[in-house]
């Protein structure tokens, strides 16, 4: 990101973490594309940020329709100009013991957390990349594009095999991609967030470790998209552990793992 004022379109912005990102981008003086499944958050979310110096305007979207994804952008663009940055927030998470494991639940989550980010990554990266193409410049910025993963995709954890499946592909997937957008000079950050106080997580029935607010993981956010790294990873506790436990030997991780199955 840079201090100019940019077009920004974010997912998943109806509520929690989403909507916290486009109000504190229209504060900076942004104009934010927000979409989610629920137009009334979306006009609420507008209505909250009237009087900020920049400007938030509504697009629902239901990202589990590729052609929808595409005809968004195809909308967001016609209005507002050129997307600088798009922030692919949009996600959903349901525990699922042994007992519960249901195809229709995993097919669901893979639909909107892994497919539903893909349906608008595909027509983004299209967009970006004609843009270097017209302009027959060298590769230099010509889009950003941030996808929102999780720690939980380091590795698999008991209630969280979907859910962790999910986010894993996205993370294989932006680092299978990150080579070849960098020589066409679009810019892909992978953001990976721990535990963050947010309606869908308040769901949650487990204590949950490094919790954050909003506002905190929105300055984490904020603060790595100024930079030049691949990865914003946060908060720094449920970094370092997600991070040792992606390293441990299996025989270590699962006796660890065993301790957290549900009696």
């Not at 908060?235 to 199955?261: C, E, H, N, Q, S």
């Amino acid at each position: 990101m840079t201090e100019d004022r940019q077009t920004i379109w974010i997912t998943g912005a109806g509520k929690g973490m989403g909507r916290a990102l486009a109000l504190r981008l229209a504060g900076d003086g942004h104009q934010v594309a927000v979409s989610s499944r629920t137009e009334a958050d979306l006009n609420s979310l507008a209505s909250e940020a009237a009087g900020l110096p920049g400007q938030i305007i509504s697009f629902p979207l239901d990202i589990t329709s590729a052609d929808d994804a595409a005809s968004t952008i195809d909308a967001i663009e016609n209005r507002m100009g050129p997307i600088d940055l798009a922030i692919l927030n949009a996600g959903t998470h349901q525990a699922m013991w042994l007992d519960e494991f249901d195809v229709d639940k995993v097919r669901h989550l893979i639909d909107v957390n892994f497919m539903g980010t893909v349906n608008c990554l595909v027509p983004l990266m299209k967009r970006f990349k004609a843009r270097t193409a017209s302009t027959g410049s060298a590769p230099a910025d010509k889009g950003h594009i941030a996808v929102v993963a999780s720690v939980a995709g380091y590795r698999g954890l008991p209630s969280a095999g979907a859910y962790s499946a999910s986010k894993a592909g996205l993370i294989a997937l932006c680092e299978a991609l990150k080579p070849e957008l960098d020589a066409v000079g679009i810019r892909l950050t992978l953001i990976n967030p721990g535990f963050v106080d947010t309606p869908l997580t308040r769901q949650n029935d487990f204590e949950m470790p490094f919790l954050i607010s909003e506002d905190a993981a929105v300055d984490h956010i904020m603060k790595g998209l100024q930079k030049t790294g691949f990865e914003i990873v946060f908060p720094l506790p449920m970094k370092l552990i997600m991070g040792a436990l992606r390293m441990l030997p299996d025989r270590l991780f699962f006796y660890l793992t065993r301790r957290m199955v549900r009696k």
